[in-house]
């Protein structure tokens, strides 16, 4: 693929990753790629991934579902052994790869996983702002021995 600088183009379904599927609130939708391998001027072999996809995320605020559009550009170096990695220029990300087998599935899988959000947020959703005014206000305790101290205040 490298040295016949091959491209392939496509849509897979979400629900064909099984991955990723596990971090979506269902299966639905596909993810639009294009893939380009090639050598650059010093002789590094490359993967140009690029992917678009909106995926259906649960809120961690609102607990609604709603769709974060995704949309992955990475180069990485394919690599057959991790010693090589050290050699790649800085712009690369690793790509360890089997006998120089890989699995375009995977490595589109593998990037959309990366760009997920930690935590999940619905850009709309209604922030919460914790301050010390709306925290309900604590009762002064009462002492029990309050009523023996005015007795006993009383009789000097």
Not at 140 to 154: D, G, H, I, Y
Request: charged share 30%; aromatic share 4%; net charge negative.
């Amino acid at each position: 693929m490298v040295q016949a600088q091959r491209s392939f183009e496509g849509k897979l379904p979400l629900a064909a990753m099984s991955r990723l599927r596990d971090s979506l609130a269902n299966r639905e939708g596909e993810v639009a790629y294009a893939i380009e391998f090639g050598k650059d001027e010093i002789g590094v072999a490359h993967m140009r991934v690029r992917a678009d996809a909106t995926l259906p995320l649960t809120c961690q605020r609102t607990l609604e579902v709603f769709g974060l559009p995704v949309h992955v550009d990475a180069t990485l170096g394919l690599i057959t052994r991790e010693e090589d990695e050290a050699a790649l220029p800085g712009n690369y990300e690793p790509l360890l790869t089997a006998n120089g087998q890989i699995r375009l599935v995977d490595v589109i899988e593998d990037e959309l996983i990366l760009a997920l959000p930690v935590v999940p947020l619905k850009p709309d959703a209604p922030a919460r702002v914790w301050n010390d005014a709306e925290e309900p206000q604590e009762e002064p305790q009462r002492n029990p021995f309050a009523a023996l101290k005015k007795m006993k205040v009383a009789k000097k």
